[in-house]
């Protein structure tokens, strides 16, 4: 008798709370917060079942932070190899091995072995033939250091890359930019002997001192450069989300100045190779002038004249005070432009911070023409123009458009 009430009862009670969920669910607030608990557990069983992470906000600022430190260790490798070749100690080392020379000579006939190989080239016979083996021994860990930064650098890349892709931390298109960028790790160590190959071959018919190529040592350059440059665009494109600016005429200006100031940076910097290539530092050692005149004599002295602008030392100079000057109009110029408009902080941060150092790395050029390129301000100047073209990507990542 009591069984039929109360199951009527339970079916009522069933029935009402059925319409109650249903009307509930029509509030906006309460179905976004169930689709996105469906897409967390099927994000989260995907996970489970594959064994791999599905690339999120948080892997993205693993991802970035990672390129961001590898674009640091790149730069170190710059500024090492830059104060390599200012103590010419470069062709120290006169073989290449990949694992065999990680260890260097440890006992004094494995010392004497490695001097004497040295002495067997150009380097050694033409400018270092009154050398002690303590002398050399500097100069030998100087490049030894240097290529052993390199091997760190390739390690930061390749390893991270292996873990981070059986992760699932990549989507398509990271994976075929980290790949490349694996890629150009391996490029830049083997252009970086095809450098150094060039300062070991003797050249009977030259009686300059024995340097490497200035043309290699500018494609090695570059190479370490565009490396950089493309890790430090993809780190922070990964870490900074990019502004809500309206798309106005001026914007789209200021972003292709910005562009075009960037290359102009980028070009000076390669033209500084050809400068530490041919020792164009130590020629003309005034400013503004050059020995008195705004145009030299020897300016286009070499024939054919294309010739000159990449291996006369005093057209090497000239045309890298042009560029540096230009690069300093063209930021000087962006920054004015730019406080015209209203920008966001980071991005304002960003073009002053641009723009302060570009007149310091002048000032740094201009000192190190003056006082017969001294090794400490030379260094901070070839570094100083790695920062400068650092704030130039930081500039170009605040300005850059919303990906649709």
Request: hydrophobic residues 45%.
């Amino acid at each position: 008798m009591l069984l039929s009430p109360l199951r009527t009862t339970i079916l009522c009670g069933c029935r009402n709370a059925g319409k109650g969920f249903q009307k509930s669910t029509r509030s906006p607030q309460l179905r976004r917060w169930l689709t996105k608990r469906g897409h967390s557990n099927v994000t989260m069983e995907a996970g489970a079942a594959g064994g791999a992470a599905v690339p999120s906000a948080a892997t993205d600022r693993i991802v970035g932070r990672w390129l961001i430190g590898c674009s640091g260790l790149v730069v170190g490798a710059v500024v090492l190899g830059g104060v390599t070749r200012l103590t010419e100690s470069g062709l120290s080392m006169v073989d290449w091995h990949l694992v065999r020379e990680m260890k260097p000579p440890q006992t004094q006939e494995e010392w004497e072995a490695e001097f004497s190989k040295y002495q067997q080239f150009p380097e050694f016979k033409i400018l270092n033939h009154s050398m002690t083996l303590p002398e050399f021994k500097f100069i030998f860990y100087m490049e030894w250091g240097h290529r052993m930064w390199g091997r760190l650098v390739g390690l930061a890349y390749i390893l991270p890359t292996a873990y981070f892709w059986r992760k699932g931390y990549f989507n398509r298109s990271m994976k075929g930019k980290v790949l490349g960028l694996c890629g150009f790790v391996f490029f830049q160590g083997l252009l970086g002997w095809y450098m150094v190959k060039s300062g070991l071959e003797e050249k009977p018919e030259s009686h300059d001192i024995p340097r490497v190529s200035q043309y290699r040592l500018c494609a090695h350059l570059g190479s370490a450069l565009l490396l950089y440059c493309a890790s430090l665009w993809t780190g922070l494109t990964l870490l900074l989300p990019p502004h809500k600016i309206a798309e106005t005429k001026r914007l789209i200006q200021l972003r292709r100045f910005a562009k075009g100031t960037g290359g102009l940076v980028f070009l000076t910097a390669l033209s500084g190779a050809f400068v530490a290539g041919l020792d164009a530092g130590l020629v003309y050692n005034s400013f503004p002038k050059m020995a008195d005149k705004w145009i030299p004599d020897d300016l286009l002295a070499f024939s054919p004249t294309l010739k000159n602008f990449f291996e006369n030392p005093t057209t090497v100079q000239f045309d890298h005070r042009i560029l540096g000057i230009s690069s300093l109009a063209a930021i000087t110029g962006l920054y004015l432009f730019s406080r015209r408009m209203i920008l966001p902080r980071r991005a304002k941060i960003a073009i002053d911070l641009l723009t302060a150092m570009a007149y310091t790395q002048v000032v740094l050029g201009i000192s190190t023409l003056l006082f017969y390129v001294p090794t400490p301000l030379a260094a901070t100047h070839q570094s100083g123009s790695v920062a400068l073209l650092s704030f130039a990507i930081w500039v170009l990542a605040e300005l850059r458009k919303i990906p649709k």
